[in-house]
């Protein structure tokens, strides 16, 4: 199989869940599912005001601010200043989440998994790498920022335009000329 190659361009928005903004899917699993059935959904957000986060019960939720000064996520009673660009945080669906912007709008980087069904782990890399799916694991690379070059597909990559692999692929050496953020996708089931 060759990796699966996911353009920015061919997205399409859509509300949130409780209408307080607009995301865009980069993909989800099972194909085609929703907001109420996914095992694993990774998505991009324009925040432009602070508000309620959606409750997904049962979901741990990864997020990761791509542009803009951050916010303050208030989850359960407990606030945490998300400031740093490319620096992922992790919380619970299930907990009361509030969103506060520290300074105007911003743009997040999002990974929800279903704990029943699956796990995920984001870290990002500023240097080129290589994509290698372990036994069980699916990985998604997509650009933050910048630009990258899968190699053994000369296929370049622009801004938030991404790379699915599956671990029955050969690993592929991605050159980073920016910020890529790797999320390893981990069935449970």
């Known amino acids: 199989m060759a990796p699966r190659i996911l353009r920015a361009n061919d997205r399409t ?21 929703g907001t109420d059935d996914f095992a694993w959904r990774i998505s991009v957000a324009d925040v432009a005001s602070s508000g309620p986060f959606s409750a997904f019960e049962g979901v741990d939720r990864i997020i990761t601010v791509v542009e803009g000064p951050g916010m303050a996520l208030t989850v359960d009673g407990t606030e945490h200043v998300v400031d740093t660009r490319y620096a992922p945080f992790a919380f619970s ?15 997040d980087f999002n990974v929800m998994v279903r704990r029943t069904e699956a796990k995920a782990d984001v870290s990002v890399e500023r240097r080129s790498t290589v994509l290698s799916p372990a036994p069980g694991t699916r990985v998604l690379a997509i650009v933050l920022d910048g630009s990258a070059t899968l190699d053994r597909e000369s296929v370049r990559l622009g801004r938030l335009d991404a790379v699915l692999l599956h671990d029955d692929e050969d690993p592929a050496d991605i050159v980073v000329d920016g910020v890529l953020a790797i999320v390893a996708l981990t069935d449970i089931r």
């Open 13 to 33: 928005p859509a509300p949130w869940k409780n209408g307080g903004g607009i995301t865009t899917e980069v993909l989800a699993h099972p194909q085609g599912a």
């Open 93 to 107: 669906g299930d907990a009361t989440t509030d969103c506060r912007l520290l300074d105007g709008p911003i743009v």
